[in-house]
């Protein structure tokens, strides 16, 4: 399984400070079983998977994990992957 990365720095300009952020792209064939193995592997606070839009007004559909369970919503990880995929485009 190969698909692309990004850890990021959350509401810092300094490298390793900040909240910590892995963003997954590329994650529309990946099951949630899958998906939660990938974030206790990271073992960051959150990891963002990013899937297609389904509607064409939005960029992106995220789907967010800590170790131990999906979050229907969380800020830092949502405003890293929305500069993440802005800094992408």
């Known amino acids: 399984m190969r698909?692309?990365?990004f850890t990021l720095d959350v509401f810092t300009t300094q490298r390793f400070a900040?909240?910590?952020l892995a963003v997954v792209l590329d994650?529309?064939?990946l099951d949630p079983a899958v998906m939660q193995a990938v974030?206790?592997?990271f073992n960051l606070p959150e990891t963002?998977?990013?899937f297609?839009?389904?509607d064409a007004k939005h960029r992106a559909r995220l789907r967010i994990f800590?170790?131990?369970r999906e979050l229907p919503f969380a800020g830092h990880p949502t405003v890293g992957t929305a500069v993440l995929l802005a800094?992408?485009?």
């Open 27 to 29: 994650s529309d064939a």
């Open 52 to 54: 297609p839009a389904s």
């Open 18 to 20: 900040g909240n910590p």
């Open 87 to 89: 800094r992408l485009d």
């Open 48 to 50: 963002v998977f990013v």
């Open 39 to 41: 974030a206790r592997e």
């Open 66 to 68: 800590t170790p131990a």
């Open 3 to 5: 698909r692309r990365f």
